[in-house]
């Protein structure tokens, strides 16, 4: 049998190597602790749940949904953006609210939108991966913007050339950031709208950790420079705010045109987000946020710990103020594949290599807060016996 081309040009998901050594090492009987993927340890608040479960029972939910996602959940959407950020959102009659499978879905299927053969999208090094790879499969080049931890790993447009400018099309841009932990002001964003005017480019503003921070640090929206919603769009989730990566609801908000261009896209393709799980996500919206600061409290205390032991091990971290990440720059002399290996092997603590989210990733390790206490501890202590040895 004989695949697409297409499919050739998707590199190995970087997570599923990563599981797949850690595999090998549980298959010969040794425990691994995991700072290696970023998913929420901490369950789904329990009223939430408990509206999706009236939800299941009700016949309505049983068929197809609608299309567009429901209007209650549209309406939910604008008003949680007006009351977080005081971002305005239409819909309808226009559409500047779209639900989404899950964000992922919709940052991967925005590519296939926006991009033709030949056309250049601006990918931030290091990134989440589903940027460049839903480029290549839709057919458009990668022009990759280093993320260097001297310009606080914000992309500087200064130095893209100008043949790569007359090609682009399409900007990605992650605030609060994965992988490097860093945050952008809304000076960023606004120097974002400057430069996607001047060049006529579309911004993606991939968001989804704009609600776990710390320190007292209040994340922004891209839509809150007045003129962002003519150059782009705003992903979201439900999937850190509320841990609820497992029930897969999304959203995408702002341009109206290029909104619509999705909904039609993905139309094609999906049937929309089964109900129950739309009306569990109005609940999480629309309730009172109270969970949040807590959960952040607590987060926050074990990126405290994670720093730390770091540290004390050797390693040179910036303390992030949001997101699920620790950054760490590893020591000299080793690759970061090769310094994951050997945390791996030494002492059974699985991280991610920088290097497996763009090259400008060298040199560095990524690991996650988001292990239940047990194991978490455990990896911290495990990490603090490499203290006599660097
Ligand atoms: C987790 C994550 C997503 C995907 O979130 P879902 O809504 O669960 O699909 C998108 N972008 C980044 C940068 C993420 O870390």
């Given at each position: 049998m004989r695949l697409s081309r297409r499919l050739d040009k998707i590199p190995p998901y970087l997570f599923v190597e990563i599981n797949r050594k850690i595999a090998e090492k549980k298959a010969k009987g040794e425990d691994v602790i995991s700072f290696a993927i970023g998913d929420p340890d901490l369950p789904t608040p329990k009223h939430i749940i408990d509206t999706l479960c009236a939800a299941a029972y009700d016949p309505a939910n049983h068929r197809y949904p609608e299309t567009y996602g429901l209007p209650e959940l549209c309406k939910a959407i604008a008003e949680w953006y007006k009351s977080r950020f005081n971002v305005t959102l239409d819909w309808p009659p226009t559409r500047e609210v779209l639900p989404l499978i899950g964000s992922k879905e919709g940052v991967g299927h925005m590519s296939f939108c926006m991009l033709d053969p030949g056309d250049i999208a601006l990918v931030p090094d290091p990134g989440y991966p589903v940027y460049s790879v839903s480029t290549l499969l839709a057919g458009g080049e990668i022009h990759y913007m280093p993320l260097l931890e001297e310009n606080g790993f914000l992309p500087d447009f200064d130095v893209i050339p100008k043949a790569v400018l007359k090609k682009a099309k399409l900007l990605w841009i992650c605030y609060p950031n994965n992988p490097t932990g860093a945050v952008a002001d809304v000076d960023f964003f606004r120097k974002v709208v400057q430069f996607a005017r001047k060049h006529d480019i579309a911004v993606c503003h991939d968001a989804p950790y704009t609600e776990v921070a710390f320190d007292g640090y209040k994340p922004h929206s891209f839509l809150e420079v007045p003129e962002a919603k003519e150059v782009g769009v705003e992903f979201h989730s439900l999937s850190k705010t509320y841990n609820m990566t497992g029930w897969r609801i999304g959203m995408v908000v702002g341009n109206a045109t290029m909104v619509d261009a999705l909904f039609r896209f993905?139309?094609?393709?999906?049937?929309?987000?089964?109900?129950?799980?739309?009306?569990?996500?109005?609940?999480?919206?629309?309730a009172a946020q109270s969970e949040i600061p807590q959960r952040n409290l607590k987060y926050q205390q074990r990126r405290?710990?994670?720093?730390?032991?770091?540290?004390?091990?050797?390693?040179?971290?910036t303390r992030p103020k949001a997101g699920f990440y620790i950054w760490a720059k590893i020591p000299r002399g080793y690759t970061a594949v090769?310094?994951?290996?050997?945390?791996l092997d030494k002492v059974g603590v699985a991280v991610t290599p920088g290097i497996g989210y763009g090259k400008s990733g060298e040199g560095y390790i990524r690991l996650s807060i988001t292990q239940p206490d047990d194991r978490f501890n455990e990896g911290i202590r495990r990490l603090l016996t490499l203290k006599n040895e660097n």
């Open positions: 993905k139309s094609n393709l999906d049937s929309g987000i089964p109900q129950a799980i739309q009306i569990a996500a109005i609940e999480a919206l629309t405290d710990r994670l720093v730390n032991a770091l540290e004390e091990i050797g390693l040179k971290v090769q310094y994951t290996a050997e945390l």
